[in-house]
């Protein structure tokens, strides 16, 4: 019903930049947070940043200063842009959303749900 389709993933070096998107498509009345996590093999998954439909933004302590999360919601896509990137950066990223879906019936029928994207991978050389 929802889909969440992520790119801009790859390989750069230290000190490098990248700017991941993600992107909802379906059958979408309202989407409040949109999140970005990162999970790499052996280690917990972390919040990484995440956005209200307002615009607050909240950061992990460990990307605060270097990584910014915006969105455009006329597109429904978040983005994260991510500068000065660290070797302990390297993970695999995913993006979430809280989505509104409306299913017409006799009358309307709301449900707010979690979304998750694919992931895509992040490494930085060392």
């Known amino acids: 019903q929802v889909q969440l389709v992520e790119s801009g993933g790859g390989l750069v070096q230290p000190g490098g930049s990248l700017r991941l998107s993600c992107a909802a498509s379906?059958?979408?009345?309202?989407?409040?947070?949109m999140d970005w996590y990162r999970q790499a093999p052996g280690k917990q998954r972390e919040l990484v940043a995440a956005i209200t439909s307002g615009g607050s933004t909240n950061y992990s302590d460990s990307v605060k200063g270097r990584f910014t999360i915006s969105r455009d919601n006329a597109k429904n896509t978040v983005y994260l842009q991510m500068n000065s990137l660290k070797p302990e950066d390297t993970a695999v990223y995913y993006c979430?959303?809280?989505?509104?879906?409306?299913?017409?019936?006799?009358?309307?029928?709301?449900?707010?749900?979690?979304?998750w994207g694919q992931g895509t991978q992040v490494t930085v050389s060392s």
């Open positions: 379906g059958s979408i009345a309202r989407i409040d947070t």
């Open positions: 979430n959303a809280e989505v509104l879906t409306v299913t017409v019936v006799d009358g309307y029928a709301e449900s707010l749900d979690d979304y």
